[in-house]
């Protein structure tokens, strides 16, 4: 049976891009489903789903925003409207992928609706945005973004072509139907990575899948930690190793791959159970604008490069210190099954002895505020072997795998 894919678009303005694009998803051996996202004007083409219908679910009437056009008003309503409709039509089975076409106000709109759809669920988004930082349009989701290249107004051999091939895309996509599916009988463990442990991080990897366990790795990089923890929220996530908090350093002073607020609270708020390491806290990640230079406020410490444009400043004693107040603030929620793990030979392959960044004293401070300011209900396990050392990494994994059996006797 062929697949039916939405397109969620304004058809005031794209009605005729979006008649094309439905006769290339046909072609294909699809149905579509049109939902028109337009508020100004009328569309050419007819909708399956009307922006009448979409202003009304997003509860106010398209004649009221009509009357005191408002961009902003417009935009929240037709959001709000369209995610209802479209979560509706997943969870009933009467949809199998989605794409949109826009400039700047469509991408945004659009991509909004897809951020509110579920992981794994085909999200294609053909826009003028695509070339340049994506990065508010896709969030933590899985949205393709494909660049239109040309203006997405009117047809020509072309831009046919762009609309033939983000029909093949997404309807590529519908048709590999496979489901994320978990074996609930063996939890899944989230682990948060950063380059610096990538040693560490396969090699638990390793010891997890030999005790049984599936894992998902993510790049605490600022998005990597906000999915990971919305996967804890979505129920894909039991368990969690979380090896990297770099993104709590970035967070405080400025670097490229800062955290959010809720960063390291959900597995406490959750109750899952976690062991913490402050893997990569012993550097800031900084975009230089000019590769391999050095700004005044680095220079009179130890400094590396990640790669030409991005510096890597080491950490200083009060830095760190600062860290840990940050730790222990965002640990206030987490329950009995945390640990807290800390590698006294390097936190990072930067900072072990002989690294790039080493810095004993540096060191010492840190692993004096752990010890004075970790919440007193989480226990403390100091190991003398760096982050990526075969031996601490067994260790982490031996005791989040007493966390997770422990908590399976607990629930029964």
Known sequence: MGKTIAILATLDTKGAECGYLKGEIERLGASVLLLDMGVVGDSEIEADISNSEIAEKGGTPLTSLRQDPSRDRAAEVMIKGA?????DLISNGKIDGIISLGGTQGTNNCCQVMQALPYGFPKVMLSTMASGDTSGYVGIKDITMMFSVSDILGLNPFFRRMLSNAAGAVVGMADADAAIAFDSSKPVIGITNLGV???GTMLA??????????????????????AMEQLMRDGFISAVFDYALGDITDALFGGIRAADKNRLTVAGELGLPQVVVPGGVDHIGIVLDEPNSVPEAYKDRLYS???PVILVPRTTGPELVQIM???????????????????KMGISSYSVPGGVLFDAESDAIFHEAVRELLPKHIPLIEVEAAAEDREFVERAVEELSNLIESSKEQSK
């Open 83 to 87: 995610s209802h409709i479209v979560l």
């Open 197 to 199: 442990l990538t040693k």
């Open 205 to 226: 990897m390793e010891l997890f899948a030999e005790r049984g366990f599936e894992t998902i790795v993510f790049h605490a990089v600022g998005p990597g930690g906000r």
């Open 305 to 307: 490069y990640h790669n």
């Open 325 to 343: 107040e940050e730790i222990r603030d965002r640990l206030g929620t987490a329950k009995s099954n945390t640990v807290f793990m800390l590698p």
